[in-house]
């Protein structure tokens, strides 16, 4: 049995009032779930919510990571430093950081391995563009993603994978639950082919793209599928806690 991973992406949300929505996630799921339980909300934050998550099933994660450990890197926060104020995940690879970022393939692969590094598991993300998925390349494009992203190493403990069709993200749009199958069952293929079979069968793929609490049971009972990245919908702890609730 895999245990399933509900993990919230803040994105460029939340200022110091913030703790209001976490102390009242804290209550709302103050008992062992069915699920690990993950927010990352912005670096500033993380060290705060580490605090008022101590002793909870929430963990905390960042949402990228420099390649290095330290240096001349303006504006970039390394893993040893999520890691040093109370992460223990980070996001590699996320859609919005390969766009703004130009956090390609290789450098995604990089992060990873920085995440590795600090003893932080990392959520890689992978996912196709809406001009991709009309030309029917979806599975081309996650599976050269894959392939140039996953760095030597990779565990069902250290690496989650996150599908997102870019187009879903934000939107209100999703796939339909057969779709959403049909590319996490190859992305299980993949794995199990590429890292082989103990890894690749146990290793937690995610699904993220306007994961909401009235569509998570249906998305996360699609086959393959354990668990959700949420974006917008993490930011309200009814909401998220909803979200979670798919796993009662
Ligand atoms: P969304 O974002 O839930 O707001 O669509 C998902 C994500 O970017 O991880």
């Not at 703790?19 to 799921?29: F, P, Y």
């Not at 990352?40 to 990571?65: D, N, R, V, Y």
């Not at 420099?66 to 240096?71: E, L, Q, V």
């Not at 590094?117 to 809406?130: P, T, W, Y």
């Amino acid at each position: 049995m895999i245990r399933p991973i509900v993990a919230g992406n803040w994105k460029m949300n939340g200022v110091s009032n913030s703790v209001s929505e976490i102390n009242s996630l804290k209550e709302k799921v103050s008992s062992p779930s069915n699920c690990d339980i993950l927010i990352c909300p912005p670096a500033t934050l993380i060290m705060a919510f580490s605090h008022i998550l101590k002793e909870t099933p929430i963990e905390l994660g960042g949402q990228t990571c420099h390649s290095a450990a330290s240096g001349a890197h303006t504006g970039d926060i390394s893993s040893e430093m999520l890691k040093d104020c109370g992460a223990n995940y980070v996001i590699t690879g996320h859609s919005e950081r390969r766009m703004d970022h130009g956090e390609l393939d290789k450098i995604v692969k990089a992060q990873t391995e920085a995440a590795w590094r600090a003893g932080l598991k990392a959520i890689l993300c992978v996912g196709e563009l809406i001009g991709e998925r009309k030309a029917d390349l979806t599975l081309k494009v996650i599976e050269r993603q894959l392939k140039n992203s996953i760095p030597e190493g990779a565990t069902a403990d250290n690496l989650i994978i996150a599908y997102e069709p870019v187009w879903a993200i934000g939107t209100g749009l999703t796939p339909t639950v057969d779709d959403v199958a049909t590319v996490h069952t190859f992305i299980r293929n993949n794995l199990i082919e590429t890292q082989g079979q103990q890894v690749g069968s146990n290793m937690r793929l995610l699904y993220g793209g306007s994961v909401k609490p009235g569509n998570a049971k249906e998305l996360m009972a699609a086959s393959n599928v354990n668990g959700a990245l949420v974006g917008g919908a993490s930011l309200k702890a009814e909401d998220f806690a909803g979200i979670i609730a798919a796993y009662e």
